[in-house]
């Protein structure tokens, strides 16, 4: 085995009150693809750093090889006193490395190298800095959160090229499905330990589990050979001092070991507040347009979106996601074209700038809009720092101000006022940036079962496919198309072919009833296809569609009913089991009627031009 690049022995690191590491240990060989894992603030970016040498630890042992060259891509880079993003790209380079890898790695971020720093976007920065750390082609990359605020496309493009380096690579991310394709290992930071796992990050939350139960298990041991212990010191034998006072002696270290022990972090708790129901129908878009100048952002998009939908948002930096979503709820109108809102429409939005926070304003200010101590969740009064343990806010943060939040904690404060106010349509631009694994989970499951509709704007493939129903995506000149399904059904209808040729293929087909029609057509996508008339099939289909759809959730609404009675497993467990497995089966059936009815009507509007 070669000898390590990098080693952490012990590190031992205080701010002040609990240590944030206590003997951490990492270790770093050529051809190394580490993933570092931990819940928000578990000190993972401060690792980093110490392997970086930007920070010191208050004891342990840092070797790093003398002739190894580290890179080290920080959350917010900085690029102040570089004239232009080449020059901050080439200042990394060394006397040896080729100043052509510089211009590739900008060539397929989509930079030129003459843009001025002051002038680049969130995601552009983030491209800048990976270019500068990427170029050397260093013995050690160590990246943090490379993924924040990049698009797909070049997502996929950087899992390749780490694929593909050389380099020993230790990264720090929340988007599961590149961690999954890029890791070799897994060291997991918990509690101010590390713990490593030789196996890519598609293995580590089973082994997680499986080393938190054994830790309780040990833990109800030592609690039970306490007890023993204590019994045995009222009841038992005393008459050998000595062996008496060992035993006494172990007793007070097993206690000590008991009451210093820090349990695992708790997960937080989501629960989204419930308008009243909204319409059937929530937005309609007919043939809208959007253009700025002379760039096309939107042209002829036109879609249906009804109660329960989750429609996922996808493309590049600049693509106008935000822009359509603006205009689908109505914030924005378009140039042309008509879009209806349904009915007693509630709307809650996050969105990507988190522009509701004011850095000066408390934790519980925020949260109840300054309107007391309690915040009205689904219709009952809790105090806000009630409120707050629920998002792992601690009692003392209650006055804290914004600014001294991380990301993560922001994130979540965000999401805390969001989901107290009562809606029936959620917005979501980018929720999942800077949030920890364990609370995407949660607000994964929250989209999932979300009684009302989401429209969901996110880079992070894993989630959109966990979450959404279907995935509206641009193609070339402002045209977008939507795709039944998740990010992996999405491609997998693609199937490699361009948006307009598969497009127009949909329509021909769908005119023989063989092919459905997913994609939102419109008149101006593409060259209308012959007149023709629905099939009496399809016309009695498109018919008798919403009167089935009404009964299929009117069953389910009462196999909700009949689940939501706390008595009822009780009473009658395998009846729980198959009401259970009855209402899977429904809602997949409602799903697929939905499907077919707006493929249907799609058509029919295709049809009649």
């Not at 999954?180 to 290992?185: G, I, T």
């Amino acid at each position: 085995m070669a000898p390590p690049l990098l080693k952490l022995d012990d590190i031992r690191l205080t701010f002040g009150g609990t240590p944030l590491l206590q003997g951490a240990n990492l270790s770093v060989s050529p051809g190394d693809r580490i993933a570092l894992v931990g819940r928000n603030g578990s000190g993972k970016s401060t690792l980093l750093k110490i392997a970086a040498g930007l920070v010191e630890p208050t004891d342990g042992e840092v070797f790093r090889h003398p002739s190894a060259t580290i890179r080290y891509l920080p959350q917010v880079p900085d690029m102040d006193g570089f004239a232009t993003v080449r020059a901050y790209v080439e200042v990394g380079l060394g006397p040896a490395d080729d100043p052509h890898r510089a211009t590739y790695l900008m060539e397929h971020l989509g930079l030129t190298g003459d843009e001025k720093p002051s002038d680049l976007s969130g995601g552009e920065a983030r491209r800048a800095a990976l270019a500068k750390v990427m170029a050397p082609e260093p013995d050690i990359l160590l990246l943090d959160e490379p993924t924040n605020h990049l698009d797909l496309a070049v997502i996929e493009w950087l899992e390749e090229e780490l694929i593909r380096t050389s380099s020993a690579v230790i990264l720090i991310s929340h988007d599961r499905r590149f961690l999954e394709r890029v890791s070799k290992a897994t060291v997991w930071l918990d509690r101010g330990e590390t713990a490593r796992l030789d196996r890519g990050f598609a293995h580590f939350e089973e082994w997680r589990d499986k080393m938190l139960e054994e830790e309780e298990r040990d833990q109800q041991k030592l609690g039970r050979q306490i007890v023993r212990e204590e019994h045995w010191l009222r009841y038992g034998v005393t008459a050998r001092r000595k062996r008496n006072m060992r035993r006494l002696g172990e007793l007070h270290a097993m206690r000590q070991k008991h009451r210093s022990h820090r349990g695992a972090e708790g997960v937080a708790t989501m629960v989204a507040s419930e308008a009243a129901e909204s319409g059937k129908l929530v937005i309609e878009a007919k043939n809208i347009d959007k253009a700025y100048g002379d760039q096309v952002v939107v042209k002829g998009f036109s879609t249906r979106i009804q109660r329960g939908d989750r429609i996922g948002l996808v493309g590049p930096n600049g693509a106008g996601k935000t822009t359509l979503l603006k205009m689908l709820t109505g914030e924005l109108a378009p140039d042309a074209g008509k879009v209806r809102l349904g009915v007693n429409l509630e709307i809650a939005t996050l969105d990507q700038k988190r522009a509701a926070l004011d850095p000066e304003e408390s934790l519980a200010h925020f949260l109840t809009d300054g309107r007391g101590e309690t915040v009205v969740v689904n219709g009952e009064e809790r105090h806000v720092v009630s409120y707050m343990k629920d998002f792992l806010f601690k009692p003392e943060q209650a006055r804290t101000p914004v600014r001294e939040l991380s990301g993560g904690e922001r994130a979540r404060l965000i999401l805390a006022r969001i989901l107290a106010r009562p809606s029936n349509l959620l917005v979501l631009d980018e929720p999942t940036n800077d949030l920890d694994m364990e609370t995407l989970d949660l607000l994964q499951e929250l989209v999932a079962g979300y009684a009302g509709t989401v429209l969901l704007v996110s880079h992070d493939r894993d989630f959109l496919d966990r979450t959404v129903t279907s995935i509206i995506a641009p193609e070339d000149n402002g045209r977008w198309l939507e795709y039944a399904g998740g990010y992996a059904d999405m491609l997998a209808q693609r199937g490699g072919k361009k948006l307009e040729d598969r497009k127009a293929a949909k329509v021909a087909s769908s005119g023989n009833g063989s092919g459905s029609t997913s994609g939102a057509a419109s008149a101006a996508d593409t060259q209308k296809a012959p007149a023709k008339k629905l099939s009496y099939k399809q016309k009695f289909a498109l018919e008798s569609l919403p009167g089935k759809m009404e009964g299929v959730s009117a069953a389910i609404s009462a196999l909700e009913d009949r689940l939501a009675d706390p008595k009822f497993y009780e009473r009658d467990p395998k009846g729980f089991g198959q009401s259970i497995a009855m209402l899977d089966k429904e809602r997949a059936t409602l799903a697929t009627m939905e499907e077919e009815w707006l493929e249907l009507e799609m058509l029919r509007e295709e049809l009649e031009g």
